[in-house]
């Protein structure tokens, strides 16, 4: 019994690490990432790669992050790999530094544009606190300035690595976006507002001059 219980309790702990882990669909050229970022993702990554080597493009769908050391060396390998990369819906935390390790960048109409944006912030611990520790030591803000390909507003990122909560975010939206009132298309949000990030502080910052896209242009990808 007692080996039947282990037995169970490890296909169970298998089946769960594989059910969170990011979900992984190549369609054509296009390699489509979509979830939570866990440990481990980075072999998953490489195995689609070497599996399908007519990827050229990594769709981001829909993934609030997570495994911090993952999101770096995502992002660092589809910029090696010269691969481009597209927003479809919402890319935060760890999926903003793959996003960002694209070497073209663009945004999707998979979903409507007012819910499809690029959220950063710092890192956090398992309370939900920053963990500037971290954020020193991974080196944050210099890979977003490098790989914004230089082009990132310093004093933007430098508040944006300090958000207390992880819950907080500066959200890009695509430049073109239509919305009810504004001309802004960025939002600075601190992690209690009611809504998130329509509802946040409308700043000032562009998502092409800031290197987050280099293209105004809008794709569709193959699934949709």
Not at 95 to 115: H, N, P
Not at 168 to 186: C, I, N, Q
Not at 209 to 218: A, D, R
């Amino acid at each position: 019994m007692k080996i039947k219980i282990k037995l169970l309790t490890a296909l169970f702990a298998c089946s769960a690490a594989t059910a969170l882990a990011m979900e992984t669909q190549v369609v054509n050229e296009n390699l489509i990432l979509s979830g939570p970022v866990i440990q481990g993702d980075i072999d998953r990554f490489e195995q689609a790669v070497q599996t399908h080597p007519e990827i050229q493009v990594v769709v981001l769908r829909n993934s609030h992050g997570g495994h911090i050391q993952s999101g770096y060396t995502i992002g660092q390998r589809i910029r090696e790999l010269g691969f481009s990369t597209v927003v479809s819906g919402y890319c935060v935390s760890s999926c903003s530094r793959m996003f960002l390790g694209g070497k073209e960048r663009f945004f999707s109409d998979d979903y409507v544009l007012e819910g499809t944006y690029i959220g950063f912030h710092g890192h956090y611990g398992p309370d939900g606190r920053l963990n500037k520790e971290q954020v020193d030591r991974y080196g944050l803000f210099d890979w977003i300035v490098k790989y914004s390909d230089g082009k990132a507003d310093p004093e933007l990122v430098r508040r944006w690595i300090s958000i207390e909560r992880n819950n907080g975010m500066v959200a890009f939206l695509h430049p073109e976006t239509k919305l009810f009132s504004g001309s802004e298309r960025t939002f600075f949000c601190r992690g209690y507002e009611r809504t998130r990030p329509l509802g946040c502080e409308a700043i000032s910052a562009d998502a092409l001059k800031l290197g987050v896209i280099t293209s105004l242009k809008i794709v569709r990808s193959p699934d949709r």
